[in-house]
Every structure is written in structure tokens, then in C-alpha cells.
């Protein structure tokens, strides 16, 4: 997915594991010119305050700070700054605490190449875009539209593919009705979609996320008011 040597962006690494950092250093070098590293949170905040990057990868488990800690220090005075959170543990509570920072995409260990590829991919276009991945439906439910994760009232809420699938869409979509016929090649894929399917589904998707959220323009198609 990464495709071209991104000569401007400022990478901060951290990671404790010198083994570990040497190598993603060494794929890093593949695409970014300017990466900075540290094996510990505190070295990495006189980095960051030195070089402001533009993306920051940091492990969670760390000595003296951990990475957790370290990004709500980052997000006290930075919103915008893109986070990688690469950890060991899938606990959901980690995850919520990392979705209340912001603009983090969350990996777990083992990374696989193409999901490391695709959150920096991410950050890369977050950047000029100006976006995050995180998507605020109303005060308390929010959308991570890179780990497909939905949270309401700091709980995680568990989606059926179809209604994740359905969400995204219109998440995608956000400011046009989606079409039927689009709802039916990517929730149903090969399948056929019947009128009471879809009924079924955005009745189910309504006691997940506030129902107001979804609008329906008859003979057209479905929209969310975000």
C-alpha cells in the first residue's frame, strides 16, 4: 500500500526492545526519510517537543512511562499528530483507553507487514487530509473506522459483519444517501438483498448507535447525520 518514499513526514519510534526497534527502523527506511527513535517514553517526549513528527509509533508496555501515558501527555497540547499503538495484549480495555486519545490506530503483536502498511497508509492520509479514524456519532459513541470498533458509554458494542459492513458504508458515504443497490453489493456482496433484510438490519443497527442517525429518503437509499 505504501507506494512512494515520503520525504517530508517526521517518524518518532519508540520501542524498548532494541532488536525489535533496529528492525522496524530498518523497514521505516524503506519509505521515510526522517525517523527518529527512543527506547523509553520519557527519551521520546524530549524527541517529540525537539522534532513535532507527524507520525508517532510507540509499544504500550515500556519502562519509566508507558506508551498509554506517553500519547495523553502528546494529546494534551497535539490532536493531530497520528499514533500507532503497537502492543502485546488485545485487553479491550487498552483499546478503549487508546480510542479515548484519538487519531490512534491500534496494532496488535505479532504485526503482520500489510496491517503495519495499511495504519501508516492511514496516518499518511489522515495527514492530508485532515481526518481521523475516529468518528464521533454522538456524545458518547464513537466509530474507529480503522480497528471496526464501535463504543458506546465506553463499552465495546459487538456488530454482526452485515450491520459493520452497513455502518461503514455509510460512514464512507457521509455526506450523500447511499443507494440501494450500493447497500446490496457491499453488505450482501453475491447474495441477494430483500426489502425486509433491510428493514431487519437498520432496525437492529438503530438499538446499537442513536436511531436518529440514519435516514431514509424513500426510492433512494439510506444516509447518516454525522
Do not use: H
Not at 526519510?33 to 522534532?51: N, P, T, V
Amino acid at each position: 500500500m505504501l507506494k512512494k518514499y515520503y520525504k517530508n513526514i517526521k517518524i518518532l519510534y519508540v520501542e524498548d526492545d532494541e532488536i525489535a526497534r533496529e528492525n522496524g527502523i530498518e523497514y521505516l527506511e524503506n519509505y521515510f526519510e526522517l525517523i527518529y527513535d527512543a527506547s523509553d517514553a520519557i527519551k521520546a517526549l524530549q524527541l517529540y517537543e525537539k522534532y513535532k513528527p507527524d507520525i508517532i509509533i510507540t509499544d504500550i508496555q515500556m519502562p519509566k512511562l508507558n506508551g498509554l501515558e506517553f500519547v495523553k501527555r502528546i494529546r494534551q497540547k497535539d490532536k493531530k499528530t497520528q499514533v500507532i499503538i503497537i502492543t502485546a495484549f488485545s485487553d479491550k480495555d487498552y483499546l478503549l483507553k487508546a480510542i479515548e486519545l484519538g487519531l490512534v490506530k491500534y496494532l496488535v503483536k505479532p504485526v503482520r507487514e500489510k496491517e503495519f502498511e495499511e495504519a501508516l497508509f492511514l496516518c499518511i492520509n489522515a495527514l492530508e487530509k485532515d481526518e481521523t479514524n475516529i468518528i464521533q456519532l454522538d456524545e458518547i459513541t464513537f466509530f474507529d473506522t480503522f480497528n471496526k470498533n464501535l463504543i458506546s458509554s465506553n463499552e465495546m458494542v459487538k456488530l454482526r459483519a452485515k450491520e459493520l459492513n452497513f455502518l461503514e458504508l455509510l460512514i464512507k458515504n457521509k455526506n450523500r444517501y447511499v443507494s440501494y443497490e450500493e447497500i446490496e453489493n457491499y453488505v450482501w456482496n453475491d447474495s441477494v438483498m430483500t426489502k425486509d433484510a433491510l428493514k431487519t438490519l437498520v432496525k437492529n443497527i438503530k438499538t446499537k448507535i442513536p436511531k436518529d442517525l440514519i435516514l431514509n429518503l424513500t426510492n433512494s437509499g439510506y444516509k447518516i447525520a454525522i
